[in-house]
């Protein structure tokens, strides 16, 4: 199916009964692409069905046959997971479409095929109605505004990092000292400087002075280039406000005092 096919598409049709994370997500998204598609549960899709059909019939977007596909790294698909590949990178580039299925996606196609537990697959599990007699289709919907939101607020935060990550590049390319970089807002930064000589980033802190951030290894790691010094989260300096336990994140009053931090923070063994 088409992009193009499914901003046609009348219906679309999953599973009635129990709703899951994938399901619902893939829902949401469909409901996206096309905001007058209606959605129907039903647990056999009719013969002379005509929309876009998901999660069950082994077709396209289904995942329960033996065959089902997988990701590079092993992760298999499930409907979620499908119908994102399909349309995601067509409506928002590849790297919008890789970011949010390893952000998000991921874990929920893991839980839907394996089981394992999952913090947000738990969360949409407690919509559906404890009185068996109830379709659920009612909690459905509900859910379905949840889902829809957050698949709403991610993909817009992803454009939004993007165009701040050209930003940084650009300040980057312009300093003179490479190893700290100050930026004159908080912007997002770590898939850009993990591959530059960047150690440590400042900007103004939005409860009032300035702080600074280390920069990662890699945009798929936390660990960092060069951590804060650990003494400092036992005796903080007098010219810091702020020192994070973790050694990721300092704060002080003025550009200057952070400033001078990560220059004495550079010279530690």
């Known amino acids: 199916m088409t992009l193009n096919d499914l901003k046609k598409c009348k219906f679309g049709l999953t599973h009635s009964g129990t709703f899951h994370a994938d399901d619902l997500f893939a829902s949401a998204f469909i409901k996206m692409i096309n905001p007058n598609i209606k959605i129907i549960r039903r647990n056999i899709v009719p013969d002379n069905f005509e929309g876009i059909v998901y999660d069950i019939g082994n077709g396209e977007f289904d995942h329960h046959s ?47 095929n394996t089981g394992k537990a999952d913090t947000l697959c738990t969360a949409i599990a407690s919509f559906n109605p404890s009185d068996n007699s109830k379709t659920g289709d009612e909690e459905f919907e509900q859910a379905l505004n949840f889902a829809y939101k957050i698949l709403t607020n991610l993909i817009e935060n992803e454009k939004v990092k993007q165009k701040e990550e050209e930003k940084v590049k650009k300040i980057y390319e312009q300093a003179i000292d490479k190893e700290i970089i100050i930026l004159d807002e908080g912007l997002h930064f770590t898939d850009t400087l993990p591959d530059t000589k960047a150690i440590y980033v400042i ?29 400092w989260t036992k005796h903080l300096p007098e010219y810091l406000t702020f020192c994070h336990n973790s050694r990721f994140l300092i704060g002080g009053k003025t550009l200057e005092d952070v400033k001078k931090a990560c220059q004495l923070a550079l010279k530690e063994e």
């Open 203 to 231: 900007f103004p802190s939005k409860r009032g002075g300035f702080l600074a951030q280390g920069v990662p290894k890699s945009s798929d790691t936390v660990e960092l280039k060069k951590p804060f010094p650990e003494s």
């Open 66 to 112: 033996s065959d089902n596909t997988k990701r590079a790294n092993g992760i298999p698909y499930a409907a979620f997971g499908k119908v994102w590949a399909a349309f995601a990178p067509v409506l928002y580039g590849e790297a919008i479409y890789k970011k949010i299925d390893k952000k998000l996606i991921q874990a929920l196609d893991l839980s839907d």
